[in-house]
């Protein structure tokens, strides 16, 4: 049965999100490897869906590919609506997995705001430079490997465990009520996906642009 081309990419960024979200929320047997979990979790997904959907898996990221024009506006706005789906799936059946019930938790007492606001934006400019970088030279299959060793590595030294991802934090905000922190963590990773869309413009497009005048020489 033939299915229309944006359908199958919403579902396949809708599945990649759930499962991904799945292993931040079910990682009570195994508490101690969650880091580890969940990055492979996350290179996995993209191994699984990138070449039906481009593997976005992330509003910030669609929303950077929008902004190059990689993306149009409808496949943004459905890709936004299967990452979100996605994400509460992924929220309700890691809590069935752990045999808990969904219980709002509060954010630790007297954690830095401006440190949260930091390092979400760093965690998200650093993922998509990655992805950009690395697919702008051909090297598009390393993505899946860099994006999982990035989350790995920056959820050990940012204060949100690097969740680098409004679809996430839209799961972590079902579960804790949407309040004024996961907001902010929100904005933090868009405005990460703008510092990053900002570095490809100054930095990554001049130099294709010098290679293409080289070769027409």
């Known amino acids: 049965m033939k299915m229309n081309t944006l359908i199958r990419k919403a579902i396949s960024e809708t599945v ?26 996350l290179g996995l997904m993209i191994l699984l869906t990138a070449t039906v959907s481009g593997g976005h898996l992330n509003p910030a990221v669609s929303l950077f590919m929008f902004a190059r024009k990689s993306i149009d506006l409808t496949t943004l706005i459905a890709y936004w609506i299967a990452q979100l789906l996605g994400a509460t799936l992924g929220l309700y059946l890691g809590y069935a997995l752990s045999g808990a019930s969904v219980i709002a938790q509060s954010a630790p007492t007297g954690i830095s705001q401006s440190g949260v606001f930091i390092g979400e934006a760093l965690a998200t400019t650093v993922l998509i430079m990655l992805i950009v970088r690395l697919a702008s030279t ?55 996906a703008l510092v990053a869309l900002i570095y490809v413009f100054l930095l990554d497009s001049p130099v294709k642009g010098k290679k293409k005048s080289a070769k027409k020489k």
């Open 16 to 41: 990649g999100v759930a499962l991904f979200v799945t292993s931040i929320v079910a990682y009570n047997f195994n508490s101690s490897f969650h880091n580890l979990v969940l990055a492979t979790t």
């Open 138 to 192: 051909k090297r598009e299959s390393l993505i899946p490997f860099a994006v999982a060793l990035w989350v790995f590595a920056a959820s050990t030294f940012t204060l949100t465990g690097a969740q680098a991802n409004p679809a996430v934090t839209f799961a972590l905000m079902i579960r804790d009520g949407f309040d004024q922190n996961h907001l902010m963590i929100v904005l933090a990773e868009f405005v990460g």
